[in-house]
């Protein structure tokens, strides 16, 4: 066997090892400062028009339809929060998304599977963000939407076309690096 | 033989416990046209559950995945072919939602890992295997008389 060749089969698990390590460190580099996040939940509805659905009145909400969403949100963009008075994460970003409302930034609120008492209580609680509120009785809409579990946000354009998409609880991070951004890139 | 009882008894229980059941105990959730409701059930099983991530909403008890059986039942009334509706979930939900990932770009090397070992494996024994020395030459004559006298052999 020849030196040259010899070298080289011993340096190839070596070479592989290192490369693997060095992928995996910039992975984990990559994690550490936001860029990638190996639990998003992506949407494949980003980018697509919001579906249609129509849905129930709750406590103070009149309920409303993908009619109304596009109508508002060719007027200005619009945040859609699904969220539930028993979720708690989403009493954890309640402050965010008054402080969001009381920028002027429209939100409109779906429930899922929630009952008039406890969504009231919840707003009464926590503050009411939403400039319109309705009830997805049947579960049957947020399938449609493409949603895992509440709370989850999207961000609605002009066109009533779905521009952003987050599945979890908004943090200040998350507002300040993704949403910002993506309503600047609408306005 | 009362042990040999609790020892069967016990070991029973174990492996009812152990069956993989169906999630879908609720015989309400279910299609009256068994055809329809098989049909439903294979789909149901290549779809993931989104909440447990493990498991096909077939399997799951979550709120989501009932709420997901009942979509992929009112898909297949609908007339919608399996096809049909499991290209509506992927719509929805992205190819996570398959437990069985398509074939594309970011799973080719998923789906050639097999080939992929099989290679691997097959260049260790091919090098692994020259390694091997020829055995060794029988003794001689004077190397056996040696061997006797060592031993003590007859």
């Known amino acids: 066997m020849s030196f040259s060749r010899r070298h080289a089969l011993m340096l190839a698990?070596?070479?592989?090892?290192?490369?693997?390590?060095?992928?995996?460190?910039?992975?984990?580099?990559?994690?550490?400062?936001?860029?990638?996040?190996p639990h998003a939940?992506?949407?494949p509805l980003v980018g697509k028009p919001v579906p249609d659905f129509a849905l129930s009145p709750i406590g103070p909400g009149k309920g409303f339809t993908a009619a109304d969403l596009r109508a508002a949100a060719a007027q200005k963009p619009v945040l859609v929060n699904f969220w539930a008075s028993y979720c708690i994460p989403c009493a954890g970003e309640a402050d965010?998304?008054?402080?969001?409302?009381?920028?002027?930034?429209?939100?409109?609120?779906?429930?899922?599977?929630?009952?008039?008492?406890?969504a009231q209580?919840?707003?009464?609680?926590?503050?009411?963000?939403?400039?319109?509120?309705?009830?997805?009785?049947?579960?049957?809409?947020?399938?449609?939407?493409?949603?895992?579990?509440?709370?989850?946000?999207?961000?609605?354009?002009?066109?009533?076309?779905?521009?952003?998409?987050?599945?979890?609880?908004?943090?200040?991070?998350?507002?300040?690096?993704?949403?910002?951004?993506?309503?600047k890139a609408i306005a | 033989m009362k042990r040999w009882a609790v020892g069967a008894a016990g070991a029973l229980l174990i492996s009812a416990a152990a069956l993989p059941a169906?999630?879908?105990?609720?015989?309400?959730?279910?299609?009256?046209?068994?055809?329809?409701?098989?049909?439903?059930?294979?789909?149901?099983?290549?779809?993931?559950?989104?909440?447990?991530?493990?498991?096909?909403?077939?399997?799951?008890n979550a709120d989501l995945a009932k709420d997901l059986r009942a979509k992929v039942r009112q898909r297949i009334v609908a007339g919608d072919t399996d096809k049909q509706v499991m290209d509506w979930m992927v719509a929805r939900y992205?190819?996570?939602?398959?437990?069985?990932?398509?074939?594309?770009?970011s799973t080719v090397l998923l789906w050639a890992t097999p080939?992929?070992?099989?290679?691997?494996?097959?260049?260790?024994?091919?090098?692994?295997?020259?390694?091997?020395?020829?055995?060794?030459?029988p003794l001689s004559v004077a190397e056996q008389a040696r061997l006797r006298e060592l031993t003590g052999a007859p």
């Open chain 2, 94 to 105: 992205g190819n996570f939602v398959r437990l069985r990932p398509p074939l594309m770009a």
């Open chain 1, 121 to 183: 209580q919840f707003l009464d609680r926590y503050g009411n963000p939403y400039a319109r509120l309705g009830n997805d009785v049947s579960g049957n809409v947020i399938i449609d939407w493409g949603v895992y579990g509440v709370p989850e946000s999207f961000l609605v354009d002009r066109n009533g076309i779905i521009r952003w998409h987050l599945a979890g609880p908004l943090t200040d991070d998350s507002v300040s690096q993704d949403l910002r951004p993506a309503l």
């Open chain 1, 96 to 118: 965010i998304l008054g402080s969001l409302a009381g920028e002027g930034l429209p939100i409109w609120g779906v429930a899922w599977k929630d009952k008039a008492g406890p």
């Open chain 2, 115 to 137: 080939v992929l070992g099989l290679l691997a494996g097959g260049l260790i024994a091919f090098f692994s295997r020259r390694r091997f020395a020829a055995p060794p030459a």
């Open chain 2, 22 to 60: 169906l999630a879908v105990s609720d015989p309400s959730e279910m299609l009256k046209d068994p055809k329809l409701e098989a049909r439903a059930e294979s789909v149901g099983s290549q779809l993931r559950c989104l909440v447990c991530q493990n498991e096909s909403i077939e399997d799951s």
């Open chain 1, 13 to 37: 698990p070596l070479g592989l090892a290192g490369a693997a390590g060095f992928a995996f460190w910039k992975m984990l580099d990559r994690m550490s400062v936001g860029k990638f996040d």
């Open chain 1, 41 to 43: 939940l992506n949407n």
